[in-house]
């Protein structure tokens, strides 16, 4: 078997609770050319992404490639940064990059993942339309916090994750940070709290489980204002729960010093730019949001 030909990162941990995602975003991708995945910061649409660009690697003969624009600033960042991760960089040819990544992609069957496209949805939809108009075996994956809003776009919600799920990814990932931890009588109860006061967000819940490795139990400082039990419920704007892992403080239990703790610094998500969403996990058809 021909290894699939892919830029993919390696994978370094199972994804959990996103199984029924996995397979609907794959059927959407079956239907049609352009799917973005949307949500607030944290919420796991690249993990999704890569999961399902992983899984589906072998069905493009000219490869699945991940195309990180996060760094980007521009429309000459997005020119630059989609050639280069399928492999076409600068050559002797004539003409702007992108007529050139169109013509070398016209006859490919490949699928692109486009992640954080958010802060350049204008470079980002220009291109995806482009490359989708020049080459039918084109297809795009776009994660991002609003749509692209462009012809055959189908948008996939990533909703936060179903307390069952949620409190799955929590014991994983604070069992990997502490090995011997497991969930017991003894502190299932706090970490249940903990998933539901973190409305279910995989980044914040995987920020508060790397604190609370050693695990006790897991309480309030005394004499902390937030109330008793876990962590606060994060209200308002979209990846307020991620940014309260990061900030609020855990103390921890039997196994652990005293005091208070604050989560390591970490690049916050961007807020969401109003909710233009539909139903959590469903399609939504682009329409709806142009």
Not at 185 to 192: K, P, S, T, V
Not at 211 to 222: D, K, Q, S
Request: proline share 8%; charged share 20%.
């Amino acid at each position: 078997m021909v290894p699939a030909m892919t830029n993919l990162p390696a994978s370094f941990g199972g994804l959990i609770g996103r199984e029924r995602a996995v397979s609907e975003v794959r059927t959407l991708l079956g239907s049609g050319r352009l799917v973005t995945l949307t949500g607030p910061g944290g919420v796991g649409k690249t993990r999704l992404a890569l999961e399902v660009a992983a899984q589906a690697a072998g069905g493009y003969p000219a490869g699945t490639w991940l195309v990180e624009l996060a760094a980007g600033t521009g429309e000459a960042d997005v020119a630059e940064l989609v050639p280069a991760a399928v492999g076409i960089g600068d050559s002797a040819a004539p003409g702007p990059l992108a007529d050139r990544l169109a013509g070398a992609l016209a006859s490919r069957q490949l699928l692109l993942a486009l992640d954080n496209c958010e802060h350049l949805i204008g470079p980002v939809a220009a291109l995806a339309e482009r490359l989708l108009q020049t080459g039918p075996g084109v297809r795009i994956m776009a994660t991002s916090q609003e749509p692209l809003a462009i012809g055959g776009e189908q948008l996939w919600e990533v909703p936060p994750l179903a307390e069952a799920e949620a409190t799955r990814l929590f014991a994983a990932r604070a069992a990997a940070a502490g090995p011997g931890f497991t969930v017991d009588a003894g502190n299932a109860r706090a970490g249940a709290s903990i998933c539901r006061r973190l409305d279910g967000i995989p980044l914040a819940l995987e920020l508060a489980a790397a604190r609370v490795r050693a695990l006790g139990c897991i309480r309030w400082p005394a004499g902390s204002t937030t109330g008793s039990g876990c962590l606060p419920r994060a209200s308002g704007a979209p990846g307020a729960a991620a940014d309260a892992a990061r900030d609020d403080r855990l103390e921890l239990g039997a196994g652990h010093r005293a005091g208070t703790h604050r989560a390591a610094p970490a690049g916050g998500p961007v807020p969401g730019r109003g909710d233009r969403r539909g139903r959590p996990g469903a399609p939504v058809p682009a329409a709806r949001v142009h």
